[in-house]
C-alpha cells in the first residue's frame, strides 16, 4: 500500500490546486476533486437561474473536456447498468423527452433514476443554487425539445425523431449539415451535455469549474457513502469502497489497478470470501490517491506504448527524470562542461559539482525527512481492464539524487546529437537516455515494446546502483563495430552511446575511462582502436571534400573481429592516400609508429577486441580533431596580427 499512501499524501500537499485547470503539450488537465471525474462534453446547455431554457451551442473540440461529479456506481457503469453521473451525463439520461424524440431505451427509463438522484441533490442542505436552477429546467422534461426547434442543434426526420446518422436525404429539411454530426462519432442520442447558468447581472464561473459546486457534491455525497472497515491505507476506519477509479493514463483508458469484481471465477474465490477480506481501502483515500496519480502522470509522466514511467517527490512534485539524459537534466551544465574543461580529468568533476548544485536548490530546510522521498512508479496493462505496477520505488531523496549524480558521471561521454534552443547540434557531456540507449542498442525500428523493456531495465541501474545488463551493452557494441550498415548520423550517435555504456561497464569494474585521451594505456584493445582511429583521420584528410567512408570505418567490424590480419588490409589500402598527403604524410606515420610501439609482442594477434577498443578509437579521433581545431585557431590569429 505503499505507492497509494504516498499518491494520498500528495494530494493533501497540493489541496490548493485543486480543480487549477492546467496544460501540457496543449492538453488541459486538472487535480481532480474527490468524487469527480472528466468527460468529452458535445454541447453545453445554459439554463437561468429561474430554471428556464436559456441557450445552447455545440462545443468547440478544443474545449470538450469538462470536470463532472460521479458515484461510484456511475464512474464504473457498463453495458446496459443505469447509473447516472450526478449532473452532468448523456442525452439518454439528461432528457425527460428523450423517448418521445425516437430514443430507444431498454428497461427502465435512465431520466428517472437521473432526475431523483439531482432531486436528492438539489433538495439536500447541501444544494448549490447553480444546481437547483438545472433541476428546476431538466424536470420541465423539454430538453430535446429545445435543442431542436429553439437552437437546431439536434436534427429530427419528418416523423419528429432524431436522426441516427446524417445522409444526404436530409438535405431537403437541413440544407446545411448540422454541426453536432462533425463532433460525435455515434448518433445523436450518445450526445454528452453538461449544464451551466447564466445571470443577466453579473457574469458566472462556468458549473464545471465552479469550487463551489464542488465542494457541495463532495459534502453531499459523503453522507451517502457505504459502511465503515478499516482502510489499509489510512490505517483508521472509514467508508470503504470497492470501486476504484479507472481513466488513470488517459480519457479513455479502462484499465484499473485495484478491480476484484469477477465473483464468479477465481480472481480471490478460493483464498477470500469476499474480496475486501484481501485488502481494505477507503473511498477518500482511493479517490485521493487515483486523482493524485492521474494528475501527476499528465503533468510530469512519459509514457511509451501505454507504459507510463513516472517519477515525483512528497514534498518537491518536479524531481529530476532518470530516464533523461544530462542535456535535458540541466543543458547549460552539459555545455558548460564540455567548453571550459574540454577532454581532462576535470570532465567529470565539473559534471557532479553541476548536479550537486541541482541537488542543493531541490533542498528544503524545513521538509520532513521522512517525507522528503522521491517516489518512481512504471505501470501498464496488459490487457483492457486490469494494470499493473511493474516497479516501484520509494527512496530517500538525497540518497536519490546521489544515486544521479553517479549514474550521470559514470555512464557519461561527449555526444553530439541533441540541439539547443536556435535547433542546432551541440556537444555535451554526460549519460545518454534510456531511450536512446534503446535505439542504440536495437536499432531505430525497435518496437515501442521493446524500448519500453529496455527502459525499465534500465531503472534499477540507475536508481540502485546495478550494472548495466551485458546484452544491452554488447548490443550496442555490434551496432557501433557496424558502421557500413548505419547512415554516418546514426552511427555517431550510436558510437557515443555505446562509450558511454562501455565506460560505465568497466568503471563498474574500477577500470573506468576517460574521453581524455590515455597516452599511457597499453591495453591492446585501446591501442588497436587508437591506430584504427588514425587510420580513419588520415585517409579522411587525404579525401578532402569527398564524403563516402574511409578504408577504416568500412574495415570496423572485421578489425573488431579479427584487428592483426585486418590492420594488414587497412595498412596497403592506406598507401595511395599517404602518398596524397605527402610530407604531411610522416606526421601520421609517426602516430602510428608510437602507438604499434606500445604493443606487447604477443598482443599483437588476431583476437577479437574488446569494448575498449571503441573508447580508443573515440578518444584519439577526438584528440585528432581537437588538435586540428587548435591549429587553425593559431593560424588564423596569426593571420590577424600580420
Same mark, same amino acid.
Given at each position: 500500500?505503499?505507492?497509494?499512501?504516498?499518491?494520498?499524501?500528495?494530494?493533501?500537499?497540493?489541496?490548493?490546486?485543486?480543480?487549477?485547470?492546467?496544460?501540457?503539450?496543449?492538453?488541459?488537465?486538472?487535480?481532480?476533486?474527490?468524487?469527480?471525474?472528466?468527460?468529452?462534453?458535445?454541447?453545453?446547455?445554459?439554463?437561468?437561474?429561474?430554471?428556464?431554457?436559456?441557450?445552447?451551442?455545440?462545443?468547440?473540440?478544443?474545449?470538450?473536456?469538462?470536470?463532472?461529479?460521479?458515484?461510484?456506481?456511475?464512474?464504473?457503469?457498463?453495458?446496459?447498468?443505469? @447509473?447516472?453521473?450526478?449532473?452532468?451525463?448523456?442525452?439518454?439520461?439528461? @432528457?425527460?423527452?428523450?423517448?418521445?424524440?425516437?430514443?430507444?431505451?431498454?428497461?427502465?427509463?435512465?431520466?428517472?433514476?437521473?432526475?431523483?438522484?439531482?432531486?436528492?441533490?438539489?433538495?439536500?442542505?447541501?444544494?448549490?443554487?447553480?444546481?437547483?436552477?438545472?433541476?428546476?429546467?431538466?424536470?420541465?422534461?423539454?430538453?430535446?425539445?429545445?435543442?431542436?426547434?429553439?437552437? #437546431?442543434?439536434?436534427?429530427?426526420?419528418?416523423?419528429?425523431?432524431?436522426?441516427?446518422?446524417?445522409?444526404?436525404?436530409?438535405?431537403?429539411?437541413?440544407?446545411?449539415?448540422?454541426?453536432?454530426?462533425?463532433?460525435?462519432?455515434?448518433?445523436?442520442?450518445?450526445?454528452?451535455?453538461?449544464?451551466?447558468?447564466?445571470?443577466?447581472?453579473?457574469?458566472?464561473?462556468?458549473?464545471?469549474?465552479?469550487?463551489?459546486?464542488?465542494?457541495?457534491?463532495?459534502?453531499?455525497?459523503?453522507?451517502?457513502?457505504?459502511?465503515?472497515?478499516?482502510?489499509?491505507?489510512?490505517?483508521?476506519?472509514?467508508?470503504?469502497?470497492?470501486?476504484?477509479?479507472?481513466?488513470?493514463?488517459?480519457?479513455?483508458?479502462?484499465?484499473?489497478?485495484?478491480?476484484?469484481?469477477?465473483?464468479?471465477?477465481?480472481?480471490?474465490?478460493?483464498?477470500?470470501?469476499?474480496?475486501?477480506?484481501? @485488502?481494505?481501502?477507503?473511498?477518500?483515500?482511493?479517490?485521493?490517491?487515483?486523482?493524485?496519480?492521474?494528475?501527476?502522470?499528465?503533468?510530469?509522466?512519459?509514457?511509451?506504448?501505454?507504459?507510463?514511467?513516472?517519477?515525483?517527490?512528497?514534498?518537491?512534485?518536479?524531481?529530476? =527524470?532518470?530516464?533523461?539524459?544530462?542535456?535535458?537534466?540541466?543543458?547549460?551544465?552539459?555545455?558548460?562542461?564540455?567548453?571550459?574543461?574540454?577532454?581532462?580529468?576535470?570532465?567529470?568533476?565539473?559534471?557532479? !559539482?553541476?548536479?550537486?548544485?541541482?541537488?542543493?536548490?531541490?533542498?528544503?530546510?524545513?521538509?520532513?525527512?521522512?517525507? #522528503?522521498?522521491?517516489?518512481?512508479?512504471?505501470? =501498464?496493462?496488459?490487457?483492457?481492464?486490469?494494470?499493473?505496477?511493474?516497479?516501484?520505488?520509494?527512496?530517500?531523496?538525497?540518497?536519490?539524487?546521489?544515486?544521479?549524480?553517479?549514474?550521470?558521471?559514470?555512464?557519461?561521454?561527449?555526444?553530439?546529437?541533441?540541439?539547443?534552443?536556435?535547433?542546432?547540434?551541440?556537444?555535451?557531456?554526460?549519460?545518454?537516455?534510456?531511450?536512446?540507449?534503446?535505439?542504440?542498442?536495437?536499432?531505430?525500428?525497435?518496437?515501442?515494446?521493446?524500448? !519500453?523493456?529496455?527502459?525499465?531495465?534500465?531503472?534499477?541501474?540507475?536508481?540502485?546502483?546495478?550494472?548495466?545488463?551485458?546484452?544491452?551493452?554488447?548490443?550496442?557494441?555490434?551496432? @557501433?563495430?557496424?558502421?557500413?550498415?548505419?547512415?554516418?548520423?546514426?552511427?555517431?550517435?550510436?558510437?557515443?552511446?555505446?562509450?558511454?555504456?562501455?565506460?560505465?561497464?568497466?568503471?563498474?569494474?574500477?577500470?573506468?575511462?576517460?574521453?581524455?585521451? =590515455?597516452?599511457?594505456?597499453?591495453?591492446?584493445?585501446?591501442?588497436?582502436?587508437?591506430?584504427?582511429?588514425?587510420?580513419?583521420?588520415?585517409?579522411?584528410?587525404?579525401?578532402?571534400?569527398?564524403?563516402?567512408?574511409?578504408?577504416?570505418?568500412?574495415?570496423?567490424?572485421?578489425?573488431?573481429?579479427?584487428?592483426?590480419?585486418?590492420?594488414?588490409?587497412?595498412?596497403?589500402?592506406?598507401?595511395?592516400?599517404?602518398?596524397?598527403?605527402?610530407?604531411?604524410?610522416?606526421?601520421?606515420?609517426?602516430?602510428?609508429?608510437?602507438?604499434?610501439?606500445?604493443?606487447?609482442?604477443?598482443?599483437?594477434?588476431?583476437?577479437?577486441?574488446?569494448?575498449?577498443?571503441?573508447?580508443?578509437?573515440?578518444?584519439?579521433?577526438?584528440?585528432?580533431?581537437?588538435?586540428?581545431?587548435?591549429?587553425?585557431?593559431?593560424?588564423?590569429?596569426?593571420?590577424? !596580427?600580420?
Amino acid at each position: 500500500m505503499s505507492w497509494l499512501l504516498n499518491l494520498y499524501e500528495t494530494y493533501e500537499s497540493n489541496l490548493g490546486l485543486v480543480g487549477e485547470p492546467a496544460l501540457r503539450n496543449e492538453r488541459e488537465y486538472t487535480l481532480l476533486p474527490v468524487s469527480h471525474t472528466t468527460q468529452n462534453a458535445h454541447i453545453e446547455v445554459s439554463v437561468t437561474e429561474n430554471g428556464e431554457f436559456h441557450s445552447a451551442r455545440v462545443i468547440d473540440k478544443g474545449d470538450t473536456n469538462t470536470l463532472i461529479p460521479c458515484t461510484e456506481k456511475s464512474s464504473s457503469r457498463a453495458g446496459a447498468v443505469i @447509473a447516472p453521473y450526478p449532473l452532468h451525463d448523456k442525452l439518454s439520461y439528461v @432528457a425527460g423527452d428523450f423517448v418521445a424524440f425516437g430514443g430507444k431505451v431498454k428497461g427502465e427509463e435512465p431520466f428517472e433514476t437521473y432526475i431523483q438522484e439531482l432531486q436528492n441533490w438539489a433538495e439536500s442542505p447541501h444544494a448549490h443554487p447553480k444546481v437547483v436552477s438545472i433541476y428546476r429546467y431538466l424536470r420541465q422534461r423539454t430538453l430535446i425539445h429545445d435543442l431542436v426547434y429553439r437552437e #437546431s442543434i439536434l436534427a429530427v426526420d419528418e416523423h419528429n425523431r432524431m436522426i441516427e446518422k446524417w445522409d444526404k436525404k436530409h438535405e431537403n429539411r437541413y440544407p446545411l449539415k448540422p454541426a453536432i454530426f462533425g463532433i460525435i462519432a455515434g448518433d445523436q442520442t450518445s450526445a454528452f451535455i453538461r449544464f451551466n447558468v447564466y445571470s443577466p447581472d453579473r457574469p458566472l464561473t462556468s458549473v464545471w469549474k465552479d469550487r463551489e459546486v464542488y465542494n457541495s457534491f463532495i459534502a453531499y455525497y459523503s453522507e451517502r457513502l457505504g459502511d465503515e472497515d478499516y482502510c489499509y491505507v489510512k490505517g483508521e476506519r472509514l467508508p470503504a469502497t470497492e470501486r476504484h477509479a479507472n481513466k488513470i493514463r488517459n480519457a479513455g483508458d479502462k484499465a484499473k489497478l485495484i478491480s476484484a469484481n469477477d465473483t464468479s471465477g477465481f480472481t480471490f474465490r478460493g483464498r477470500f470470501v469476499q474480496s475486501r477480506d484481501a @485488502a481494505s481501502i477507503s473511498y477518500e483515500a482511493s479517490q485521493k490517491a487515483h486523482n493524485a496519480l492521474k494528475w501527476l502522470i499528465n503533468r510530469q509522466g512519459k509514457t511509451m506504448d501505454d507504459r507510463v514511467f513516472l517519477v515525483w517527490g512528497n514534498d518537491t512534485l518536479y524531481i529530476p =527524470d532518470p530516464v533523461e539524459d544530462t542535456f535535458a537534466l540541466d543543458p547549460e551544465a552539459a555545455l558548460t562542461v564540455v567548453n571550459k574543461s574540454n577532454t581532462n580529468e576535470a570532465l567529470a568533476d565539473e559534471m557532479a !559539482k553541476a548536479l550537486d548544485g541541482y541537488k542543493n536548490r531541490l533542498a528544503d530546510e524545513n521538509a520532513d525527512p521522512f517525507k #522528503s522521498n522521491v517516489n518512481i512508479i512504471v505501470l =501498464d496493462s496488459a490487457t483492457t481492464g486490469r494494470m499493473a505496477v511493474l516497479y516501484f520505488r520509494n527512496m530517500n531523496k538525497e540518497l536519490y539524487l546521489n544515486r544521479l549524480v553517479k549514474w550521470h558521471t559514470t555512464c557519461a561521454w561527449l555526444h553530439r546529437y541533441r540541439k539547443n534552443k536556435e535547433n542546432e547540434f551541440v556537444s555535451f557531456y554526460g549519460a545518454p537516455a534510456t531511450r536512446d540507449i534503446a535505439f542504440a542498442a536495437y536499432g531505430p525500428r525497435a518496437g515501442d515494446k521493446v524500448v !519500453k523493456g529496455l527502459m525499465e531495465r534500465m531503472l534499477p541501474c540507475i536508481v540502485d546502483g546495478t550494472r548495466v545488463p551485458l546484452d544491452i551493452v554488447r548490443s550496442a557494441l555490434n551496432r @557501433a563495430s557496424n558502421p557500413v550498415a548505419l547512415e554516418h548520423w546514426e552511427w555517431e550517435k550510436t558510437l557515443s552511446i555505446a562509450c558511454a555504456l562501455m565506460n560505465k561497464h568497466y568503471t563498474d569494474r574500477q577500470e573506468g575511462m576517460t574521453l581524455a585521451l =590515455d597516452e599511457q594505456n597499453d591495453d591492446r584493445s585501446y591501442l588497436f582502436g587508437r591506430m584504427l582511429a588514425v587510420a580513419d583521420v588520415l585517409e579522411r584528410r587525404a579525401l578532402g571534400d569527398e564524403k563516402r567512408a574511409t578504408n577504416a570505418i568500412r574495415y570496423m567490424n572485421a578489425f573488431a573481429q579479427h584487428p592483426e590480419r585486418t590492420w594488414v588490409t587497412i595498412q596497403k589500402a592506406l598507401q595511395p592516400y599517404q602518398a596524397r598527403l605527402g610530407y604531411e604524410a610522416r606526421y601520421w606515420n609517426e602516430k602510428i609508429d608510437e602507438i604499434g610501439f606500445m604493443f606487447k609482442t604477443e598482443d599483437f594477434n588476431n583476437k577479437a577486441l574488446s569494448g575498449k577498443y571503441l573508447l580508443g578509437f573515440y578518444s584519439q579521433r577526438h584528440e585528432l580533431y581537437q588538435s586540428k581545431k587548435k591549429e587553425k585557431a593559431a593560424e588564423a590569429q596569426s593571420t590577424n !596580427k600580420e
